[in-house]
């Protein structure tokens, strides 16, 4: 997440695995009417109910409430600017860690071939084989 602006001070989070509506409201300094219906405008934003349909949030809920409240209110994103920019930036992050999950490499893919090691002369050898057994 960005940081806060100069002067601008980013609320302390409580370190608890759930969060109801009220203490989400008092911690961004919003109506518990403004976090219903910002849950019908961003789709990342889906806290989970209890059996008794109260709403938990989840601490990266919090942290994406802070984070629209900063868009919407301190930048002057539309609610649609806001979405795009979130989902953008949630698509950058999501390609990031699967590469590195991966394991991929951030350089071009041809120079991943250019280098000749010992794996890939082995892996050469014995397709040239199979080839010569198959003709």
Do not use: C
Request: aromatic content about 8%; cysteine-free; proline content about 6%.
């Amino acid at each position: 997440m960005p940081e806060p602006a100069v002067g601008e001070l980013r609320p302390e989070i409580p370190d608890k695995l759930y969060f109801r509506i009220g203490e989400v409201s008092r911690l961004a300094g919003i109506k518990p009417y403004v976090l219903r219906f910002w849950e019908t405008e961003f789709s990342s934003l889906g806290p989970k109910k209890s059996g008794k349909g109260h709403r938990l949030y989840r601490r990266k809920d919090v942290e994406l409430v802070l984070e629209i409240k900063r868009l919407l209110y301190d930048n002057r994103y539309t609610i649609e600017g806001a979405r795009k920019y979130l989902d953008a930036r949630s698509r950058e992050t999501g390609a990031k860690s699967a590469a590195a999950a991966a394991g991929v490499s951030s350089r071009p893919q041809a120079a991943l071939f250019d280098e000749r090691g010992p794996a890939l002369e082995t892996i050469r050898k014995e397709l040239t084989e199979i080839l010569q057994l198959l003709s």
